[in-house]
């Protein structure tokens, strides 16, 4: 069943795309959207808290919020799955595990996941039937077991992980640079070897500091954009030789 709020942030998206709320208007008040929709306000707030994690609207508090664009971007102001991000935007979303195993951790996974052995998944994702991102995630081997005993063709890991063993994804840093299409790459993508892809790794942990993964995200060039809304008190984006560095 989809969520009152889900339902909520859907109308209002539809309208943001739709032009109905232009670039640089004010959404309408949390208050009002409440009388409109017969809701609570603190559903209201979470509907308009989805929009602002996809970059559709500014996530100030204490105000009405702007709307900024009409592109579907994958913000960095919450940490969101691919699967969420998919879902909360309407795309078909898929994924299958192509290769998996368990193996000891070398170079700097040791110190990075706090294991001796860690679990090794290459995961192809999905938009819309089609091939568009390759996830290569090294877990940590506390939670290798749980990650095996998903489906291969799981369309959500973080959500199969948080009901299976209540794991919660809490916290994440990521790299983001561009890579050419190695051979597997271009094969499992559908691009030529050597095309320009978009890579984001991440190191995530849980709300206790514990490390759960290590990921290396390869995008088809096109399939999504991501987007950075920054205050000179909250997500500072700091420039690094070589790459962009996002600290939260």
Known sequence: MVARYERIADELRDEILSGAHPVGSQLPSEAELAGRFSAARGTVRQAVAVLAAEGLVGSRQGARRIVLGRT?????????????WARANGYRYGGRVIAQRRRPASGSEPARLGSGEVLEVLRL???????VLLERTVYAGWVAAAVEGLPADCESVTEALYESVGLVFAYGEHLIDAVPAGAQDARLLGVRRGSPLLRQRRVTTTHEGRPVESSDDRYRAGSVAFSIRNSIGANPLVREPGDLRFER
């Open 72 to 84: 579907r971007s994958q913000s960095f102001a919450e940490l969101h799955s691919f699967a969420q």
């Open 125 to 131: 994702r999905s938009l819309e039937d089609e091939p």
